[in-house]
């Protein structure tokens, strides 16, 4: 992630560009770093509770929490349900496959229905509730988000690339999807075995980031 605040409006925060944001998002400096649920977990594996009250300084919390935890696991997205909190909203900071780099959270998230043309981009993907592998995945290449902010304020995000691919990746994780739940069996069992052997080493290196970046964890 560049350390260079952003100047050419390459930056859209909650869906609209802005002309210049720090290197992480503020949120984290208020945040702690909370431990990542993983994969086999409940809360990973049912549809999360619509959030229904809004504004709440507990909501707030758990934004600044989860950016927090993301940024030390070096993640682009983090649902609520990987935090251990079962509520539908995520937290982001990914660029698009243009370069422009998508800041923000949204709360009750849903997808537009995929139009008759759409076309679907093979890329690998990777979760931090599946600590290590990654595998390709095809997930169409555009994407539009509904949802609000933690405020109930509608946003709408629009995705493309690589970005379009976090929309999805975490709104799954609200519904009880992972990404490797979308592989084929025998996928799925080596991408379950390789995170066996690379676990601990993954977990290591996020709890040296958090250092680093001076991130309380709890």
Same mark, same amino acid.
């Given at each position: 992630m560049t350390s260079t605040p952003a100047t050419d409006r390459r930056v859209r925060l909650l869906g609209e560009p802005v002309d210049s944001y720090p290197d992480r998002a503020p949120e984290a400096a208020r945040g702690r770093v909370?431990?990542?649920? =993983?994969?086999? =977990?409940?809360? %990973?594996?049912?549809?999360?509770?619509t959030v229904e009250e809004y504004g709440t300084?507990?909501?707030?919390?758990?934004?600044?929490?989860?950016?927090? /935890?993301?940024?030390?696991?070096a993640?682009? $997205?983090?649902?609520?349900?990987?935090?251990?909190v079962d509520l539908r909203l995520f937290v982001y900071d990914c660029k698009d496959d243009d370069g422009v780099r998508h800041v923000g959270h949204l709360v009750n998230p849903v997808l537009d229905p995929p139009t008759e043309d759409r076309r679907l981009a093979d890329a690998t993907e990777g979760c931090l509730s599946v600590p290590g592998p990654r595998r390709e995945l095809g997930r169409?290449?555009? +994407? *539009?988000?509904? $949802? +609000?902010?933690?405020?109930? @304020? !509608? &946003?709408?995000?629009? $995705? /493309? $690339?690589?970005?379009? @691919?976090?929309?999805?990746?975490? /709104?799954?994780?609200?519904?009880g999807m992972l990404y490797i739940d979308r592989l084929g069996k025998r996928d799925r069992r080596a991408v379950l075995a390789e995170?066996? =052997?690379? @676990?601990?080493?993954? &977990?290591?290196a996020?709890? +040296?980031?958090? =250092?680093? %970046?001076?991130? !309380?964890? *709890?």
């Open positions: 909370l431990r990542i649920t =993983e994969v086999g =977990e409940e809360v %990973l594996h049912r549809p999360c509770r300084p507990e909501l707030a919390r758990l934004v600044d929490d989860m950016f927090a /935890t993301m940024y030390a696991a993640g682009v $997205g983090l649902a609520a349900n990987q935090a251990d169409p290449e555009r +994407t *539009v988000a509904r $949802g +609000t902010d933690i405020h109930g @304020r !509608p &946003l709408v995000l629009e $995705g /493309t $690339g690589y970005f379009a @691919r976090c929309l999805q990746h975490e /709104t799954d994780h609200l519904n995170m066996a =052997e690379q @676990r601990e080493q993954v &977990l290591a996020r709890v +040296t980031r958090a =250092e680093q %970046l001076g991130l !309380p964890q *709890v």
